[in-house]
C-alpha cells in the first residue's frame, strides 16, 4: 500500500473508531503529503472521512463545504461520492432543507452498487432517519431494517450502531440483539440520560440531544431542545417540541432562537457563549463549569469558533470577540 494509502485508511479508521483527535491529525498530515504529489484519489477519500467527522462534531457548515468542494472534483469515483451525498443529505434533512431525499438516494443507488454492507448502512441510517424527521415511521423502520438485515456481524459496532439504534427508536425490537458500543446500548436499555453523556463525553452534540428525546424528563427535552437550535436542526428541534407536548409539556419554546445565519460569523448561540467566556479569559474546565457541558464538547466549540472567526488562538479570539460586540 502507498503512504498516501495508508494515511487515507487511517483517517477513515479513526473516525469509524470515534478517534477524533488522531483523525484530525492524520487528516493534516495525509493531506499535506498527498496534495504535494497530486495524489487526488487519496485526497478526496479523506475529504469524505474528514467531513463525516465534522457531522459528528456538530460543524455542519464546515462539514457541507468540505462535501460540495469534493463532489465538484473532476474525475470523483461514485465510492468517493457516497460520504460526501450522506453529509449534505443528513445535513439538509436536520435542517429541513428541500433536497435531501434526492441526494440520498444518489447515495443509496451508489451504495447498494458497491455490494458492500459497511457502505450501504450508514446510508440507510441516514435514510431512516430524513424518514423519522419527515413523520413517516413506519418508512423509517423499513429502512432501517434494511440497513440492519445487510450488515449484521459484518462490519464495525460504531457503524452498524448507527443503523440499528433506530428500530428501537421507531418502537421494533432488535432481534438478536447485539453488542453495540456504550451510548447505542445505554439508549437501548433506556438509561437516555446515560447516553446523553455517552455521547457528549465523545464530543457528539446532536446524538446526545436524540438521546434525551426517548426520555419523559422535562429537563433532558428541553436540554434536547436547546441544543438543537444550536445546531440549527429545524426539522429536528420540531420533533423535540412535538415530544415535549406528548409528554404534557407547557411552555415550550415556540421557535428557534436567534438564527444561525445573522449572526457574527455565522456562529451559533451556543458559539457566541462560548465566545463570551473565552473573551473573559475563561478556560476550557471552566467554560465547561459555567455551560454545564462536557470540557471535551467546550473544547469542539472552541475548535469551530476560532474556525469561523478565522483566527488561530484564544488571545485573537477575544479581541475579535471585542470586535463583534459579544462578552465583556
Known amino acids: 500500500m502507498s503512504v498516501g494509502g495508508g494515511y487515507s485508511v487511517i483517517v477513515e479508521a479513526c473516525a469509524k473508531l470515534h478517534r477524533f483527535a488522531d483523525s484530525e491529525r492524520y487528516y493534516a498530515e495525509g493531506m499535506a503529503y498527498c496534495e504535494g504529489r497530486e495524489l487526488a484519489v487519496f485526497t478526496k477519500c479523506m475529504n469524505g472521512w474528514r467531513a463525516r467527522t465534522l457531522v459528528f462534531l456538530g460543524r455542519w457548515d464546515e462539514a457541507v463545504q468540505l462535501s460540495a468542494r469534493n463532489l465538484a472534483s473532476p474525475g470523483i469515483s461514485p465510492v468517493n461520492q457516497l460520504n460526501p451525498l450522506c453529509v449534505l443529505g443528513t445535513v439538509q434533512g436536520r435542517r429541513g432543507e428541500n433536497g435531501a431525499q434526492e441526494l440520498l438516494d444518489r447515495a443509496l443507488e451508489f451504495a447498494e452498487g458497491t455490494v458492500e454492507p459497511v457502505w450501504i448502512a450508514p446510508v440507510r441510517a441516514a435514510r431512516a432517519e430524513l424518514s423519522w424527521l419527515q413523520g413517516e415511521p413506519d418508512r423509517a423502520a423499513a429502512e432501517a431494517r434494511a440497513g440492519y438485515d445487510v450488515a449484521l456481524g459484518l462490519i464495525d459496532p460504531w457503524t452498524f450502531g448507527s443503523v440499528a439504534i433506530w428500530l428501537p427508536r421507531l418502537g421494533v425490537p432488535l432481534d438478536p440483539l447485539p453488542d453495540l ?80 445565519r445573522s449572526a457574527p460569523a455565522g456562529l451559533t448561540v451556543r458559539e457566541q457563549e462560548v465566545l463570551a467566556l473565552l473573551a473573559d479569559g475563561l478556560t476550557d474546565r471552566e467554560i465547561s463549569q459555567k455551560l454545564f457541558i462536557s470540557e471535551r464538547t467546550v473544547h469542539h466549540h472552541v ?18 470577540a471585542v470586535r463583534m460586540g459579544i462578552g465583556s
Open 181 to 260: 458500543p456504550e451510548p447505542y446500548a445505554l439508549e437501548i436499555a433506556g438509561d437516555h440520560r446515560g447516553a446523553a453523556a455517552a455521547w457528549e463525553r465523545i464530543g457528539r452534540p446532536y446524538d446526545a440531544a436524540l438521546a434525551r428525546l426517548g426520555s419523559c424528563d422535562e429537563t433532558a427535552l428541553r436540554e434536547a431542545l436547546a441544543t438543537l437550535e444550536d445546531l440549527g436542526a429545524r426539522a429536528a428541534a420540531a420533533v423535540a417540541r412535538r415530544r415535549m407536548r406528548e409528554v404534557g409539556m407547557r411552555a415550550i419554546p415556540r421557535g428557534p432562537r436567534t438564527v444561525t
Open 303 to 320: 475548535s469551530a469558533v476560532l474556525s469561523k472567526i478565522g483566527v488561530s488562538s484564544r488571545t485573537a479570539a477575544a479581541r475579535e
